[in-house]
C-alpha cells in the first residue's frame, strides 16, 4: 500500500502538474486508532476524531493524502486549501469500504 502524505502543499502541487484533469475520491469518517489514546473520561464533551483520506488519480498516476482533523471548522479549512485540487479533479464520495478497496490497489 502507498503511505499517505500530510502535506497539503503536496498534493496541491500534484494536481497542479498533472497534464489532464483526473478524478478525486474522497471519504470522511469517524477514526478509530487501533489503540485508545485516550480514555473516555478525557474525550468527554469533546468533538470525535475524524479522518479525510483522499486520492487524487490523473494519467496514471496517484497521490494519497490523509489528514486527520476534530472540528467542523478545522474540516472547512481543510477543504478550502485543497479547492484547486477539486477545480482541476473533480471529487467522487466513496464509503469507507471502497475507499480501502482503492487505497489498497495503489502502487507503492
Known amino acids: 500500500m502507498k503511505m499517505p502524505t500530510m502535506d497539503t502543499e503536496e498534493l496541491l502541487l500534484f494536481a497542479k502538474?498533472?497534464?489532464e484533469s483526473?478524478?478525486?475520491?474522497?471519504?470522511?469518517?469517524d477514526y478509530?486508532?487501533?489503540?485508545?489514546i485516550m480514555t473516555d473520561e478525557d474525550l468527554a464533551g469533546r468533538e470525535p476524531?475524524?479522518?479525510l483520506?483522499?486520492?487524487v488519480e490523473s494519467n496514471g498516476n496517484t497521490k494519497y493524502f490523509e489528514s486527520l482533523f476534530?472540528?467542523?471548522?478545522?474540516l472547512e479549512e481543510l477543504m478550502c486549501e485543497l479547492e484547486p485540487v477539486f477545480k482541476k479533479h473533480?471529487?467522487?464520495v466513496l464509503d469507507s469500504d471502497e475507499m480501502d478497496e482503492k487505497i489498497?490497489?495503489?502502487k507503492k
Request: no cysteine; charged share 30%; net charge negative.
Open 49 to 51: 476524531l475524524q479522518r
Open 90 to 92: 473533480p471529487k467522487k
Open 17 to 19: 502538474e498533472a497534464d
Open 22 to 29: 483526473g478524478t478525486t475520491w474522497i471519504q470522511q469518517a
Open 70 to 74: 476534530s472540528t467542523g471548522a478545522e
Open 53 to 55: 483520506r483522499i486520492v
Open 32 to 36: 478509530e486508532a487501533e489503540e485508545a
Open 104 to 106: 489498497q490497489g495503489l
